[in-house]
């Protein structure tokens, strides 16, 4: 089996040198690696979650550090915390369940305290406190995890009841670390399976004879629009090339392959065709905690278009790209700048990037942005792998994906005498 810290340093590497980017990518890989960073973790007896929590940040804050601009690697990051703590508190409901629970008297014997184990007032308020979060509907019909209680052994010899508890903390150990790794299986198969689950709502979406205007490209917006042209909608699409990059043309080839009408438009001429949409459909790069999204640049443009003419500007994202962060935070990077280069030739372009100016600082700059931040004024519909949602809304989906506690990453400093 490869060393963890091996593994960790080999996808550092590949943040830094950006040899894997986009969303979907980067937050399977994140989720792999921290399966495999669970599962060669070892943990005390007590404190089983706090021990995985803090192997989990420990390596978090690394791979965010490593390339901010990802935010799909810091959301798997919460994730994965979430799980455990989730995982966590189901083991001691389970627990409690098996035990009496009342609060602790100085008039109570210490005899009926031997023969009933009783949980005290204080150990059920810790517990309380430890709740995510209220339930939600969505938690409320899912299928609660097949537990056993564990069970309390009573001997009459020490050396005995020492042994079972010891057992007891044992079992509960591995069981904890086997409830985390099926949960991140699961996670593991809901990003690999999000382009799916979303693509099945398109037929609810799109309707005959309808014009559909996009920019850039999106394997998520892609498989929207062929599912739709499955069910034998017809339909047009238009297509902003989304300069400097061009990905606009990857995805006008893609559709004509399947058979898609498809028009191809420049940037700039965004204004005068949204008169001829009847909707605006595109991918993200991240949804933030207030409805607001990351997306390639160029989208705010469109969606100020699309407000503009009445037309219903739809985001499609998968839940792993819903961040539990606000855009002021100091922990979110909304941009980076990319190379020059895809902007102008520098051959042609020499003469004005010479430091002629006797400043010490060249005539021409060049800024070429990755990203654009949308507002979510701006937004109509999110549309996600769990259906169909109003911006406002956005805070409930992450309060169920993420807690409060792991919202900073940054791990306690320990305690110096």
């Given at each position: 089996m490869p060393d963890v810290q091996a593994l960790v340093n080999e996808f550092l590497f590949k943040l830094k040198k950006r040899k894997i980017e986009g969303s979907h990518a980067t937050a399977r890989q994140t989720a792999i690696l921290l399966r495999s960073v669970i599962s060669q973790q070892r943990i005390p007896h007590t404190h089983q979650a706090a021990a995985l929590i803090d192997a989990v940040k420990a390596v978090g804050e690394q791979l965010v550090a490593a390339n901010p601009v990802e935010l799909a690697v810091g959301n798997i990051v919460r994730r994965v915390l979430h799980i455990i703590r989730e995982e966590d508190l189901s083991l001691t409901t389970v627990a409690m369940a098996g035990l009496?629970?009342?609060?602790?008297?100085?008039?109570?014997?210490?005899?009926?305290?031997?023969?009933?184990?009783?949980?005290?007032?204080?150990?059920?308020?810790?517990?309380?406190?430890?709740?995510?979060?209220?339930?939600?509907?969505?938690?409320?019909?899912?299928?609660?995890?097949?537990?056993?209680?564990?069970?309390?052994?009573?001997?009459?010899?020490?050396?005995?009841?020492?042994k079972s508890k010891s057992a007891d903390k044992s079992t509960r150990s591995r069981k904890l670390k086997h409830d985390v790794i099926e949960a991140?299986?699961?996670?593991?198969?809901?990003?690999?399976?999000?382009?799916?689950?979303?693509?099945?709502q398109a037929v609810e979406h799109i309707h005959q004879n309808e014009v559909i205007l996009t920019l850039g490209s999106s394997r998520t917006v892609l498989e929207f629009l062929c599912a739709a042209k499955e069910k034998k909608r017809s339909f047009r699409v238009f297509i902003a090339e989304g300069a400097p990059r061009y990905q606009g043309h990857l995805l006008a080839k893609e559709l004509v392959a399947r058979g898609l009408q498809t028009t191809l438009i420049t940037d700039s001429a965004v204004f005068a065709m949204i008169s001829r949409v009847n909707m605006v459909i595109v991918g993200a790069h991240a949804v933030m905690a207030n409805g607001g999204v990351i997306a390639p640049v160029g989208l705010n443009m469109v969606a100020l278009a699309a407000q503009r003419h009445a037309v219903p500007f739809v985001v499609l994202a998968g839940s792993h790209k819903l961040c539990p962060l606000y855009p002021h935070n100091p922990e979110v990077l909304l941009n980076e700048?990319?190379?020059?280069?895809?902007?102008?030739?520098?051959?042609?372009?020499?003469?004005?990037m010479d430091f002629g100016s006797g400043t010490g600082s060249p005539l021409l700059h060049v800024v070429n942005p990755t990203f654009d931040y949308v507002p979510p004024k701006l937004v109509s519909l999110f549309i996600t792998d769990t259906g169909g949602h109003n911006p406002s809304y956005v805070y409930r989906l992450i309060a169920d994906y993420y807690s409060n506690d792991d919202l900073v990453l940054q791990r306690k400093p320990a305690p110096t005498n």
């Open positions: 009496n629970v009342s609060p602790v008297s100085d008039d109570e014997g210490e005899t009926d305290q031997d023969d009933h184990p009783v949980l005290s007032a204080a150990a059920v308020a810790a517990a309380s406190r430890n709740t995510l979060r209220p339930p939600s509907l969505q938690t409320l019909l899912e299928d609660l995890p097949d537990s056993t209680a564990i069970p309390h052994t009573s001997s009459s010899g020490g050396d005995s009841d020492g991140l299986n699961e996670l593991i198969g809901d990003i690999d399976t999000c382009h799916e689950q979303i693509a099945e700048l990319r190379s020059p280069s895809e902007l102008l030739d520098f051959g042609e372009f020499s003469d004005c």
